[in-house]
């Protein structure tokens, strides 16, 4: 961590220059820096909101003094006149003077990508252990974001369980299907999933908009032959897209997917998003795919379309390789999560003797990065 | 509506050409058409979904005869041999053979941006009629999507009544503020919402991934000076933007903004999404903008920061400009929703004798976009 920094006034004042300890320079602008002051009249005591507006600091902001000591850096602004501290660690921590070369399709370094071969590593907890631990539940969630999923075993096999789970870290997400659904057999299903068919892997939802980003599925009864779970990475089935055929990953990143689903009276729900989607700067944030409720793609160019259907087929392929899933038959008091933005779910037929019956439900990702988050805080603060 | 059509196969079966009556002719892939059939094997009765995945429709897939009569089209495919009717109004409606050359931010023609102007255009309900009434009901949400907001009166002066609102055509998001928040002015705010300061329009919660894609404010108490309500249509200032300066709104489109929130205990809310968000191909989807939770913007390269932030500048005076912004005082039973992903809400400072109190809670798109669909169908299959 930077003690003491090597501060040069550039480019008459409108940025500075920092030496960093350990050689990098970083390079900030006076505007930004103003802007990111944390000094009391810039933000709120106590809950930390800015009180001005970009419209409150002078366009000609600058730099006209600069005085580094322990720690920190006491940089005064002109025409405001006025001396503001700076906490050097925290200057080296939001340096954006970097080289940013990137592939398509990069992933933020607090996620990894997997296939079959995670086997055992799989993010898995006890439901007792997480509800009176916060150190384990900070483990599963920390697990949880960066796989994209985890087990819990040893729940209660009670009705409306599966919102004791949710409760450990956000909020449920209700839709039309309710605040839960039951997963299990039905004589008129409004929807496949309540039905004994297998279901490609898919994701949840993806003609809502925006798409529950967590989904949690909770096994009360599991006594039929067959049901088996199987999780899939989404974005790893991208990355080997675009690594087989650059320009198909392309095309589904590049044109919308449309989705729709009118399965019961007063419901018609549709969107218009790609079925791999990119952050403005490439990062891969989103995957959506669902053959059941796969819209007629109207979006791509007809020049493109036999390009388009050649890779969602791959993709498709790809999702459907065995060696790509992680398999699991869920007992009674045990369930999932899966962030639905990324990790597609399937399960098997089933039939015979017997019976299934899991129960759903949404959530969203914000509330469960925000616990993680504030547990990883305390910690570090603890530490 | 085409009756009868001239229809080609070329491409040796890999696509059909159709000349519609009108003169337009429109190509259409043979695995497009494929998958898009609606016959019993292709889709399930009742709820409609797709009941095959990609995989089970041949790779090579082509069309073998073509047969056109009054209203339909029976195609057969081979190699399955199979002969399949596709109605033809549906195949005008879904044609992909245009020209899409768009400019950067083109919006849905659902919409219609506005400015002051829009005056006593702004969609307006009685809250006893659009309960009784589905006419209503669906003209208000009609308006709600075209403009991004919309304004109730004649409502109970009710705790909570804002949830009846919500039930109109949708579901609440619950999140760590609850499942509403009271909206007046706190001793130790953990928000600066609930002190009696102005705040510059804004979208909310743009610190959480997603965001909640509607708000809804619902007045109890407005006797104090002050605190009326301004809200400004984004897209409009974004396009405001694009017209003054190119480079500028590419700028706010091609980079992520970062967003966060940690006011009070175990909350630490992040977002990295950029402040105007297009779709892949363009289409202008979102806006973000809020000074409070704006933080540390550190995914701009040092060397378009300058400009970046004369964009940010600019885009917040073209918000805080007053013709833009359409002005109203909330009286007890009033209410108003904003698509929060579109339409940014502000209010003027409150102090004084009296009181304010409103009421706000979150919701989704998805249900409102739903329900009002499906009065549309219905209107349609009445006329």
Request: one cysteine or more; a negative charge.
């Amino acid at each position: 961590m930077p003690r003491e920094a090597e501060v040069d006034i550039i480019d008459a004042g409108r940025a500075i220059s920092i030496a960093l300890p350990n050689g990098v320079k970083q390079r900030f602008h006076a505007i930004w820096l103003r802007d990111n002051a944390w000094d009391e009249t810039t933000r709120a005591a106590g809950n930390g909101q800015r009180l001005i507006t970009l419209s409150n600091i002078p366009v000609d902001t600058r730099v006209s003094a600069v005085k580094s000591e322990a720690g920190s850096l006491h940089l005064t602004f002109q025409p405001e006149n006025r001396t503001i501290a700076f906490d050097l660690n925290w200057l080296a921590d939001h340096g954006y003077d970097n080289d940013r070369s990137r592939v398509s399709g990069w992933t933020s370094p607090d996620i990894e990508t997997w296939d079959a071969s995670l086997g055992a590593a799989i993010p898995l907890a006890d439901f007792g252990a997480i509800s009176r631990d916060q150190a384990a539940l900070g483990n599963w969630l920390h697990g949880v974001r960066r796989y994209g999923f985890g087990k819990l075993v040893g729940g209660p096999v009670e009705n409306a369980a599966l919102f004791e789970v949710a409760s450990l870290f956000g909020y449920i997400r209700e839709t039309n299907y309710g605040r839960h659904f039951e997963v299990r057999t039905e004589v008129n299903p409004s929807n496949l999933a309540y039905t004994g068919l297998g279901l490609q892997a898919h994701t949840d939802n993806p003609y809502r908009d925006p798409v529950p980003t967590l989904q949690i599925l909770y096994c009360l009864e599991n006594s039929a032959e067959g049901g088996e779970n199987m999780v899939v990475d989404g974005f790893r089935a991208a990355e080997r897209l675009r690594a087989e055929n650059p320009h198909g990953f392309d095309l589904l990143t590049r044109y919308c997917a449309r989705f729709e689903y009118a399965g019961s009276a007063g419901i018609c729900l549709r969107s218009r998003r790609p079925m791999i989607e990119l952050a403005p700067d490439g990062e891969l944030v989103g995957i959506r795919f669902n053959n059941r409720s796969t819209a007629a793609i109207i979006d791509v160019p007809y020049e493109d379309m036999a390009d388009y259907y050649a890779a969602y087929r791959r993709l498709g392929e790809i999702i459907d390789d065995t060696s790509m899933e992680v398999t699991f038959k869920l007992a009674p008091g045990e369930s999932f999560i899966v962030d639905n933005t990324r990790v597609l779910h399937a399960r098997k037929g089933y039939s015979g003797a017997g019976s299934r019956w899991l129960q759903g439900c949404y959530a969203d990702k914000d509330g469960l990065l925000s616990t993680l988050s504030a547990i990883e805080l305390q910690n570090r603060k603890a530490a």
